[in-house]
């Protein structure tokens, strides 16, 4: 309805990453009234709302794909927590913090750095001035823009 009212379609952006975090924190804070507080449930809240925060907060100034990095970053996520119960289940380094869940993360890091590239070099050629913003804008990890060179 935002969308409709403001013309301005990134509010239907906006809210399907805000909405989804609000009901993970009414169950969260329901756990929390109801005397049952749980760990998984408080972690999901944070996760959900980091990656609602990706199109909310204007990331696009600081990282090219700011979707791509938190989704990468969600798949590593998985990956810690799974290596760290592994480990206090007793597995050690190798099996435990080391294991065979880790292709899944990094091939799709891998995956995902390769067809971003790819994307960009398609994008670099059909408009010539997305170039300053290349040069100016990290393509995945959200860091201060660089500072744009002087035109002579």
Same mark, same amino acid.
């Given at each position: 309805?935002?969308?409709?009212?403001?013309?301005?379609? !990134? *509010?239907?952006?906006?809210?399907?990453?805000?909405?989804?975090?609000?009901?993970?924190?009414?169950?969260?804070?329901?756990?929390?009234?109801?005397?049952?507080?749980?760990?998984?449930?408080?972690?999901?809240?944070?996760?959900?709302?980091?990656?609602?925060?990706? =199109?909310?907060?204007?990331?696009?100034?600081?990282?090219?794909?700011?979707?791509?990095?938190?989704?990468?970053?969600?798949? *590593?996520?998985?990956? /810690?927590?799974?290596?760290?119960?592994?480990?206090?289940?007793?597995?050690?380094?190798? /099996?435990?913090? =080391?294991?065979?869940?880790?292709? /899944?993360?990094?091939?799709?890091?891998? =995956?995902?750095?390769?067809?971003?590239?790819?994307?960009? &070099?398609? &994008?670099? !050629?059909?408009?010539?001035?997305?170039?300053?913003?290349? #040069?100016?804008?990290?393509?995945?990890?959200?860091?201060?823009?660089? #500072?744009?060179?002087?035109?002579?």
């Amino acid at each position: 309805m935002a969308s409709l009212v403001t013309k301005d379609t !990134s *509010w239907v952006d906006r809210l399907w990453s805000i909405v989804p975090a609000i009901y993970v924190w009414i169950f969260a804070i329901d756990a929390v009234v109801v005397g049952r507080p749980d760990a998984r449930l408080f972690l999901m809240a944070v996760l959900v709302t980091l990656w609602a925060a990706r =199109l909310t907060l204007q990331l696009f100034r600081y990282s090219r794909h700011p979707n791509f990095f938190f989704e990468q970053a969600q798949w *590593w996520a998985f990956y /810690g927590l799974g290596a760290a119960a592994a480990v206090s289940a007793g597995a050690g380094l190798w /099996g435990g913090a =080391l294991n065979g869940s880790i292709a /899944g993360a990094a091939l799709l890091t891998v =995956l995902f750095i390769g067809s971003t590239i790819f994307t960009e &070099s398609i &994008s670099a !050629s059909k408009y010539p001035a997305n170039r300053d913003y290349q #040069r100016t804008t990290s393509m995945l990890v959200p860091w201060p823009p660089r #500072r744009r060179a002087p035109r002579h």
